[in-house]
């Protein structure tokens, strides 16, 4: 069942954007790190929609890790630690479930002083069992531990989100 099409996905993103130019409007920098493949391109077009909206500078990263067993592989960033020290981060992901990618997603953070971090997800699941506070949020969904939602951010103009 699709429960978000893409126009509403735009909408979603263009409604963060703004409220990540209003919560940092003081930064002079802000950098997207994106979780994965659909963390990251979610990540991309939240970058895209606040330079439009602001003059505030923006870079986009990728952290890497395994979701299914994050303690037994390496989490990596495709970022030089010390560009962040000072910085605002934005640690990015498609679906919030559990909170688990993202708290495992922070380890590659351990080892700076940033300015601040803060998270984002298109849909935010409500199930949390890590210590996870999600700061944009597109969508929340109240669902059963025993749905799955697949986000679709691949082709553009057919973008959407189904719960299954």
């Known amino acids: 069942m699709k429960i978000l099409d893409s126009i509403q996905i735009k909408n979603?993103?263009?409604?963060?954007?703004?409220?990540?130019a209003e919560s940092n409007f003081e930064s002079d920098k802000i950098y997207f790190l994106g979780i994965n493949n659909n963390g990251y391109n979610f990540a991309q077009r939240l970058k895209?929609?606040?330079?439009s909206i602001c003059k505030i500078e923006t870079k986009l990263a990728r952290i890497t890790l395994?979701?299914?067993d994050p303690v037994n592989n390496e989490i990596a960033k495709d970022i030089d630690e010390s560009e962040l020290n000072g910085q605002t981060i934005i640690v990015v992901d498609d679906v919030a479930n559990t909170g688990r990618t993202l708290f495992y997603a922070m380890k590659v953070l351990m080892n700076i002083t940033p300015l601040v971090i803060e998270t984002a997800?298109?849909?935010?699941?409500?199930?949390?069992?890590?210590?996870i506070k999600i700061n944009?949020?597109?969508q929340s969904f109240a669902t059963t531990?025993?749905?799955?939602i697949l986000v679709d951010l691949?082709?553009?103009?057919?973008?959407?989100v189904k719960l299954v």
């Open 121 to 131: 997800v298109l849909v935010d699941r409500m199930h949390k069992s890590f210590p």
């Open 145 to 148: 531990i025993q749905d799955d």
């Open 48 to 51: 895209k929609s606040l330079e």
């Open 154 to 160: 691949e082709r553009s103009g057919e973008e959407n």
């Open 136 to 138: 944009y949020v597109g």
């Open 12 to 20: 979603k993103i263009q409604r963060m954007a703004y409220e990540i």
């Open 66 to 68: 395994k979701p299914q």
